[in-house]
């Protein structure tokens, strides 16, 4: 536990340096928004090559890595669906229920697997990270379209946005690199080693100063529901999970590590453009990324 929460505390650190940064307007200006797309579409991609293209994973490792979060998924969209047919919320409200449920921070995800399990953490968290992203724009536009109404959004636009997300773009390039042993030239390794050095603190003061710390006044039944189904149930189906497919290791820390995080920031967006709820979306963002700092400590102390 000790161990966990020293090398977790400066990630939080870093979020909340972001945060009150950003409410006391330094550097002042747009700065945040602006800092948030240099992270997302140069650093983390940088970071994702240059980390990646020097990992040595055996190839069992992706396979074992897709079927192990195909089922995470499955499971945890199965317990969404359940849990609608008690509470029976609107669509809207349940579509950020959902999200919040199953998304999860990339920032936050790879700084921490890379503080807790070193280079081939990171380097395996970021190919998780790579089959998780896509897999989940194409279930949360599918519950938008099932339950919001939203038809609006074609299967063109969304494979596109897949195939041009930076970090799966960068996560495909750096396995590749490794695949094939190219290795890295040291003026090329000169040049991508700071960036790839700057992208995780960056990324987590961007996610802090992202934070809306007002829409948790009145936290509600469905903000409590999906934080509980996210912080503490779906780790916990991970690991059963894992055991069930006979798998265990590195992969099972990155599983758990993943499902414990707070849902993604971007689903603020996604919401905002689909017909979700909103407000509802950045109480959950806030809230489940405030909580994470017990719960990701208590769960991986239990779990690992």
Not at 142 to 166: C, E, H, W, Y
Not at 199 to 209: I, S
């Amino acid at each position: 536990m000790q161990v966990v929460v020293q090398a977790l505390v400066p990630v939080f650190v870093l979020i909340m340096l972001g945060h009150v940064l950003r409410r006391i307007n330094f550097p002042g200006g747009d700065f945040w928004p602006q800092a948030e797309r240099f992270t997302y579409y140069i650093l983390f991609p940088a970071m994702l090559v240059f980390k990646l293209g020097q990992a040595r994973l055996p190839v069992s490792a992706y396979a074992d890595t897709a079927l192990l979060i195909i089922f995470m998924l499955a499971a945890m969209t199965l317990a969404l669906a359940l849990v609608q047919l008690f509470w029976r919320w609107s669509g809207p409200v349940f579509s950020s229920v959902y999200q919040g449920a199953i998304r999860f921070n990339s920032y936050v995800g790879l700084a921490a697997g890379g503080m807790l399990l070193g280079d081939d953490g990171l380097s395996l968290t970021a190919i998780a990270v790579a089959i998780m992203v896509p897999m989940l724009n194409l279930l949360c536009i599918l519950m938008f379209s099932l339950v919001a109404g939203q038809d609006k959004v074609s299967l063109k636009q969304v494979s596109r946005a897949i195939v041009t997300n930076p970090l799966i773009v960068g996560s495909v390039l750096g396995v590749l690199w490794s695949f094939f042993e190219i290795g890295f030239h040291p003026l090329l390794a000169g040049t991508l080693e700071p960036l790839s050095n700057l992208a995780l603190p960056m990324g987590l003061m961007t996610v802090g100063a992202g934070l809306q710390l007002s829409a948790l006044r009145g936290a509600s039944a469905p903000f409590l529901v999906s934080s509980a189904l996210k912080l503490l149930a779906f780790p916990m189906m991970a690991v059963g999970l894992a055991w069930m497919l006979g798998l265990n290791g590195l992969l099972v820390q990155v599983a758990v590590l993943l499902a414990t995080l707070p849902t993604a920031t971007s689903a603020y967006i996604l919401a905002r453009q689909l017909g979700g709820d909103a407000p509802l979306m950045a109480g959950i963002i806030s809230g489940q990324t405030l909580l994470a700092m017990v719960s990701i400590p208590l769960m991986l102390s239990l779990l690992w």
